[in-house]
Structure formats: C-alpha cells, structure tokens
C-alpha cells in the first residue's frame, strides 16, 4: 500500500497562470475525490470520481476549474486564470466501495500560492 | 442535511493529562461519522469512524470516542495526552454520496 500521492506538493504561481495537480490514489480504490482546504477551515468538497465517471461537482468548483480522471486511475485538476481567492491546499482522498461508511485515504496535498 | 459542528476551535492540555474533543452532529439518517487528524503541512489521517455497529469506538494511538445518539453527539477523547498529540483534529460526516463534510476543526496543544 504505497497511500494516495499527490504531485507536486508546491506551486507557486503568478496571477491567470494555469496551474495542473496530480493525484494516484491507492491502486485498487474505485472513488477518487477532491477537497480544496484553505488557512484555518476544514477541507471543502470540490468533485468526485467512480472510476472514470465524474459523479458529483460542488458549486465551488467554477468554470474555472476542471477534473479528469482518464481509465479510472490518476486524476488531475485544473485552475485555468487562477486568482488570488484560488490560494489553498488541494487535497486528493481515495476510497474502495460503493458504501459510504468506507474512509476515505487522503494524500498530503498541493499547496497553491499565487502571487 | 448533514452537518456536523466541533464545539471548541482549541483545546490545550498538559501531557498525561485526558484530552476531550467535542463534536455534535446533525443528520436526517444514521450518520457515518469519522474523527481525522491533520500535522502541519500534512494530508488528513483517519484516527476512527463509527458506522452503527458499535457506540463506542476505538481508534488508533489510543483514541476512542462514543456515539449518542439522544445527545447528537461523538466527541473525542483520549486518557493521556502526549506531545506527538499535538495538531488539528477534525470530525467529519459522510452523506450518501460518500463526500465528507468536516468540521472546523479543534487545535490541541499538549504542554510539556
């Protein structure tokens, strides 16, 4: 079990770049979410994924935003024209199951700094 | 709708000492819920979960916590608190998509 890893775990980035984040879950875990965690709150969810099939996006996640999860592995999100308000870590969580009560495992996340 | 709400952003105790962190819940069925710890700069690690099978779970590093349901409540807690305790704990409920809903999370400080 070599745990959900996310990549990279930094970014630094100028105001309307586009930034692209990496998450492998554990190899044999069917759900794949995203969480964005910003200074003193908890994690927020922004969408999630059975195997390739994006499930559910929150109203956080603006046009701006968008995830893929190509053949139900890896996922990558990205911030097109990021802002200031996009400054966050990004969190990536895997489960296996179709059952809620499954925990869910998460990756030490990117953080995001613009400029 | 689900939610869950921890009673306290912070909580410092002494090393040795019981650690008690609270949580309620709100949900319109029998709730999945779950305590996760985080370390600076680190992703979320599952200390334990509760799913109906029993109202007092126990977790890892010595943790437990009970669920009452007459209270809405599944508060943490832990008999001796050490310095590696230190760090920001979250409750957290999951709705029936499996997304999680967490908590402001509750800062522990252990003093030596």
């Known amino acids: 079990d070599t745990g959900v890893s996310q990549n990279p775990r930094h970014k630094i980035t100028k105001r309307g770049q586009n930034v692209t984040f990496r998450c492998d879950p554990i190899s044999e875990h069917n759900r794949l979410y995203w969480y964005r965690q910003t200074l003193g709150q908890g994690p927020e969810f922004l969408t999630y994924f059975q195997n390739e099939a994006q499930l559910e996006k929150s109203r956080l996640l603006s046009d701006r935003f968008s995830a893929e999860r190509p053949k139900g592995s890896f996922s990558t999100l990205e911030i097109q024209r990021t802002e200031q308000g996009d400054s966050a870590m990004y969190l990536c969580?895997?489960?296996?199951?179709?059952?809620?009560?499954?925990?869910?495992?998460f990756g030490d996340g990117t953080r995001l700094s613009i400029l | 709708a689900q939610s869950v709400t921890q009673l306290d952003s912070h909580v410092s105790v002494s090393e040795g000492t019981p650690v008690l962190l609270r949580c309620n819940y709100s949900s319109s069925y029998s709730p999945s819920l779950f305590w996760y710890v985080q370390h600076p700069n680190k992703g979320l690690q599952l200390l334990l979960k509760?799913?109906?099978?029993?109202?007092l779970v126990k977790g890892i590093n010595g943790f437990e916590a009970e669920f009452k349901k007459s209270e809405t409540s599944f508060h943490l807690t832990k008999p001796s608190a050490h310095m590696s305790d230190a760090a920001e704990y979250f409750c957290?409920?999951?709705?029936?998509?499996?997304?999680?809903?967490f908590g402001q999370g509750t800062t522990l400080q252990v003093k030596p």
């Open positions: 969580a895997s489960s296996f199951g179709r059952e809620r009560t499954q925990p869910q495992h």
């Open positions: 957290v409920v999951s709705v029936s998509t499996g997304k999680l809903i």
């Open positions: 509760y799913t109906s099978a029993a109202t």
